[in-house]
């Protein structure tokens, strides 16, 4: 049972960083391709950043680049997500999904299993 458990959530101000956490088990995840997805008040949930497991391949929503990055680390089976100049559009549940293949879509149509999410408010 693929099992995929976000944190690091909180409230900060306008400018600041926050690093999420995924932490994902249930099976190896060397196949797949995870990704972070974003979802505000009132707004559909859209893509934010995906790295395939194998390899490290990254890509990002236009909106993140340079300041948001992904990363995985394969003792811990966790993904992480760094963001750094975090702006009050930022504001959001952010999830954590993984997708059984080694190509990255950002659809979130495209990813089999999901994380519960853990919210992020950016105050400016």
């Known amino acids: 049972q693929v099992q995929l458990v976000e944190s690091g959530g909180t409230s900060v101000q306008a400018g600041g960083s926050l690093r999420l956490s995924c932490a994902a088990s249930?099976?190896?995840?060397?196949?797949?391709?995870m990704g972070w997805f974003r979802q505000a008040p009132g707004k559909e949930r859209e893509f934010v950043a995906a790295?395939?497991?194998?390899?490290?391949?990254?890509t990002y929503t236009t909106s993140v680049k340079g300041r948001f990055t992904i990363s995985r680390d394969n003792a811990k089976n966790a993904v992480y997500l760094q963001m750094n100049s975090l702006k009050p559009e930022d504001t959001a549940v952010y999830s954590c999904?993984?997708?059984?293949?080694?190509?990255?879509?950002?659809?979130?149509?495209?990813?089999?299993?999901w994380g519960q999410g853990t919210r992020v408010t950016v105050s400016s």
């Open positions: 999904a993984a997708r059984p293949s080694q190509m990255i879509t950002t659809s979130s149509y495209g990813y089999s299993y």
């Open positions: 249930g099976r190896s995840f060397s196949g797949y391709v």
């Open positions: 790295i395939v497991w194998s390899g490290g391949s990254t």
